[in-house]
């Protein structure tokens, strides 16, 4: 369990000390990158071109792309009746996101998610003008966790690799005057806990997805957002007298793939039960209907 750990923590420190002396490699293509916006995306801009479902207009709430019109909401949203206030997604999970993906959480390729999160950057620049608004006002940035077994087996959280990667970027020059993204935002580690763990999700049918994750997180930690929170991990859950830690407070929740919501439905009941006035699911990639 721990040597897993630290291979795939000197693996990250090695990869970001290679790519301060050697040309950046697209993470599809592999073809050397050109320029500082194609590095910091890892991704060449022929690539971001072809990516399925990029430019398509999505309903802000389920995510699928199948709408003429990028305000709207669509039946699966009445009929599911998620509990978040709006989402953002990047692209479809189909060839070659979909490879991605596969690589970055089953093959340790962590230095894949960087260009998740880029990529993620630009779906919520390119959202409508009052959506971009309440990203950029949101109090944290909250990704989705894993079980503590899942994460000893992965040796790394790519939800928070990729939301590492979004804050970055949403900082960058190149969003910033675009965005206003706070630097005081913080990345919070320790607000969730998902206790139970189970089979692959990939493997699982729409009702064992549901049933899988009810119950699955829990907020554990009360104290207040600060920077020091940044890369920590603590336990300690929340009694219920005290759910009001989060009470008023607006978060982003962050996972790679969104295929039939349930486990960031269940994780949104969780914020919103322990105060949160609103979430705002952001998505690197949603299946196609």
Not at 66 to 76: E, I, K, R
Not at 139 to 166: H, T, V
Request: proline share 6%; with cysteine.
């Amino acid at each position: 369990m721990f040597s897993h750990q630290v291979v795939s923590i000197s693996k990250r420190w090695l990869e970001r000390g290679l790519h301060q002396i050697l040309p950046r490699v697209c993470s599809l293509c592999e073809q050397n990158l050109r320029g500082d916006a194609e590095c910091a995306a890892r991704l060449c801009w022929a690539c971001v071109e072809r990516l399925p479902g990029r430019t398509a207009m999505r309903c802000l709430r389920c995510g699928l792309a199948h709408l003429a019109n990028p305000v709207a909401t669509c039946a699966l949203d009445a009929a599911e009746q998620f509990p978040w206030d709006a989402a953002i997604t990047w692209v479809d999970y189909d060839y070659p996101i979909d490879g991605w993906i596969h690589a970055l959480k089953f093959q340790r390729e962590a230095s894949l998610a960087y260009g998740l999160g880029w990529g993620l950057a630009q779906a919520i620049a390119q959202a409508p003008l009052d959506l971009q608004k309440r990203v950029s006002q949101l109090d944290a940035l909250i990704p989705l966790p894993l079980s503590r077994e899942r994460l000893a087996k992965r040796g790394f959280n790519q939800a928070q690799l990729i939301a590492q990667s979004l804050r970055s970027a949403l900082r960058s020059p190149a969003f910033q005057p675009e965005m206003g993204f706070p630097h005081r935002q913080v990345l919070r580690l320790n607000i969730l806990k998902r206790t139970k763990d189970g089979p692959a999700m990939s493997l699982l049918a729409s009702e064992g997805r549901h049933h899988l994750v009810k119950g699955a997180y829990v907020v554990e930690s009360h104290s207040p957002a600060t920077n020091r929170d940044q890369g920590k991990q603590t336990s300690r859950p929340v009694r219920p007298d005290r759910r009001q830690s989060l009470q008023g407070l607006r978060l982003g929740l962050i996972d790679d793939v969104m295929t039939t919501g349930a486990t960031l439905a269940e994780a949104t009941r969780c914020l919103k039960a322990a105060g949160a006035v609103e979430v705002i699911v952001l998505v690197a990639a949603r299946t196609p209907k």
